[in-house]
């Protein structure tokens, strides 16, 4: 067999997903899911605008995409009350983090996250050959004072934050992120992943200082937006910044009717605030199916709850376990301490009854 | 202002990218093109069983799609005769090729090609620092003996070769792909652009051989298919090289619709074959088009028509202006020789009715 010249790089790079999907889950064990509780998506849908919109741009799919995707960053611009000059879009925030990661990283450069973050950056960062600096998340939630001391000391050229965070849901409100902002070094650029920032409290998310090139914010539509199927990311930052994103993404990558739907849902600011109510309220269900069963939900500015099972991760991946038995997708996070906790995404009530039986009955089994 | 800092290989790089989209041109005219015959899409459209799956999987927006792309590897794999082990799904032939690129290339490693071949590819090598060398086309047609040489000569890593081509429209038969393919040495890849194979005579695209992991073919929704917009590309291969996509890709990259789409599309193979045959008829009444204006029209085997303008490249570029100012966006090869001609997409009837009306115009006005 002739080898296959890989670069010494993705050579030593694994095989590993950094997440496996409901689907091949389902086709292991041979049935659907009835609850989709894991993936954090917005179960209660998209507004029925996008619906329409999708149905009608169907006969337009011949056509490619707006590379320069002129229209939605006018209406991200508007919206956001920027300049468009100070949006990149692209094919979902997985693809905007592998194309931040790019441009900053190369073997040997350290980037610096908190253990047990979004794992999909860190793919990215392998990936690039970045050597990744963690440092734990404390009381559940990222720890921007000693992330910044971890990248300083190791001479990080980013720091990922998220904020609201997933998958612990919690959050910092804008006076210690402003904080952060403020003391990032010249040289290293902070990757604020606000993937979830709709769901949170009025003065979780700083203002935009668009003079700021050390930072890059990330949005998406997947979330709040319900649109995690027609993958549309953006980033907002410094117009300088923004434009090397030219340099490296895939210009034609945004899909057609990804791009109306965007334009659909972003226009529809009332439906937008109906998911977000009921999101809360489903928040506070998940949190009282919990409670009912004698542990403690954590507080989430995000659209999912994560739940202390009360015991080590053997036990949450046992009630995880339980709960997939059961026809209920639910996720749990992957490192120590915090693996101690499933994470439950919100959904309309049909679902929630069904993990609303199954949780106490798989808690009990377990005890 | 801040240092941005860029690695030193992104910050080497242009911001330029590979194609102006035809929306672009729109907005700096003010004014909507009538036909649109410039990005070698399939204006005939998707079948009508694509409409239908697009607007009922609209509904399912709010779900990211199977990041193992498990069915349409599935029916794909059906379709060719192989396993699903050998087929990577991707966001676009366009991703593909950045994986591809990312997988082999490194700064200094050489890539080899035709000179004018496909920019979007030439884009990735930049993107990865890679060393493109040339080899010009010969009677319009990639060469693939010197090609080879080239690639021996320069110890190039990766080979990219499309057949059918684009800008050109020309084809080799099988006997000579499957030479090339006989004579790549190992540590070479053959990066085999099949975009158009759906296009081309009986004959003309060389039977898969999933033992060899030095050829790597790649294939598309968007033309045949009519599914620019929907961003489903994939790639065929032997398992153990298609493997190492999954150590690069965008996992949750393709765009839930389009995969349903691409599902559908390829459901319908009487519809295909019936887009085929439009895509015959279309080609030769382009052909009539240039004929009667007193130029030659180069044979095709892809959904387009290489126009020979009959002077240099000032004057095809004349010819290109002409038509985009009468509202008919078509697109021109871009180095000397091939930029005597113009490209001409194929199109339904009332589209090619603009196109024969302005033709004779603009040459007319032009001698």
Known sequence: MPSIPLTPLVNGLPSTVPFVGPEALERQRGVAFKARLGANENGFGASPNVKKTIAEAASEVWKYCDPENHDLKQALARHHDVRPENIAVAEGIDSLFGYAVRMFVEPGIAVATSLGAYPTFNFHVAGYGGRLVTTPYVADREDPKSLLDLAKREKARLIFFANPDNPMGSWWPE???????????????????????????????????????????????????????????????????????????????????????????????????????????????????????GLRSLPSATNFVTIDCGGDGAFARSVLNGLIDRGIFVRMPGVDVLNRCIRVSVAPDNELDLFAEAFPQVIRSLR
Request: aromatic content about 8%; glycine content about 10%; hydrophobic content about 45%.
């Open 175 to 293: 006076t210690a992120v402003t904080e952060l902002i403020g003391s990032i070094p010249d040289g290293m650029v902070l990757i604020l992943d606000e993937a979830y920032g709709e769901f949170a409290p009025f003065g979780t998310l700083p203002p935009l200082d668009l003079d700021n090139p050390k930072v890059l914010r990330f949005r998406t539509f997947s979330k709040a937006y319900g649109l995690a199927g027609a993958r549309v990311g953006y980033v907002i930052g410094e117009a300088g910044v923004v434009k090397c994103f030219d340099r490296v993404r895939n210009h034609f990558g945004v899909n057609r009717l990804g791009q109306a739907a965007a334009l659909a849902a972003l226009a529809d600011q009332a439906y937008l605030r109906d998911v977000i109510a009921k999101v809360s309220r489903a928040r506070e269900r998940i949190g009282a199916i919990a409670h009912d069963a």
